[in-house]
């Protein structure tokens, strides 16, 4: 089904939804955007984009599988660097007058502070706690 309406909006500035635009902003959702890069995004205010949210159920909950897929990413991310990693890596040296490039493992090691800043929230969320407090 594809929903597209013409609308206008307080601005009398008219606006089309498409139902593409669920794709659009799960993507750029879960590259991390914000409401207000959303809203430049499709030209529209952000009173309109909280319209929109509340109108196509299907466009709120990509935003949020968006948001999500983002997090989880930051925490997988975060979760690594607090343990510790491994990954290969192109060096590029010199051998007999000759640039060769070679691949060698690059480790990472564990980062104290990442460990901190994952187990305080870790258990802030555990205790029933949000923003630490």
Request: aromatic share 10%.
């Amino acid at each position: 089904m594809n929903q597209e309406k013409t609308e206008t909006n307080a601005g009398g500035k008219t606006t089309q939804f498409k139902s593409e635009y669920c794709e659009q902003v799960f993507n750029y959702c879960s590259l991390g955007a914000s409401e207000k890069q959303l809203a430049q995004f499709f030209g529209i205010d952000e009173k309109e984009l909280i319209d929109w949210k509340i109108k196509y159920p299907k466009f709120q909950k990509a935003i949020k599988r968006g948001q999500i897929m983002a997090d989880a990413n930051v925490a997988s991310s975060l979760y690594r660097r607090g343990i510790g990693y491994s990954h290969k890596e192109m060096k590029v040296i010199q051998r007999e007058g000759k640039l060769i490039a070679i691949e060698v493992d690059k480790h990472h090691p564990p980062d104290v502070q990442a460990c901190i800043f994952w187990l305080s929230n870790r258990t802030a969320q555990a205790m029933g706690k949000r923003d630490g407090g």
